[in-house]
């Protein structure tokens, strides 16, 4: 791609074609260097994925767990010890267990 030069009887017109040549070559040069500029300011933001999995992307229900005392629109449910979430859940949070 690009301007190709030829001869002309009329050293005006070649002298013109020789000036906008030029500029064409600094014209892509500017936006050769305008571009590598660019892409080493975004990619000094940028940041590699996490390697930890998204909450968003993870199960939506766990269990199935013991049901111990229902209350009036809620369920405590037998939860072991190490899992960090209130044993008093509502009902909208439980679906029966089919296994």
């Known amino acids: 791609m690009g301007i190709e030069l030829t001869t002309s009887k009329v050293e005006a017109a070649e002298e013109v074609a020789k000036s906008w040549f030029q500029v064409f070559q600094d014209v892509k040069a500017n936006l050769a260097k ?11 933001h940028c940041s590699s994925a996490p390697s930890y999995s998204s909450c968003k992307l993870s ?13 009036l629109n809620a369920l405590k449910l037998k939860i072991p010890c190490n899992m960090r979430i209130h044993p008093v859940v509502n009902v909208s949070q439980v679906k029966p267990y089919l296994g």
């Open 34 to 44: 305008a571009h590598s500029q660019q892409k080493q300011q975004v990619d000094r």
């Open 59 to 71: 199960k939506k229900w766990i269990g199935p767990y013991e049901v111990l005392e229902v209350l």
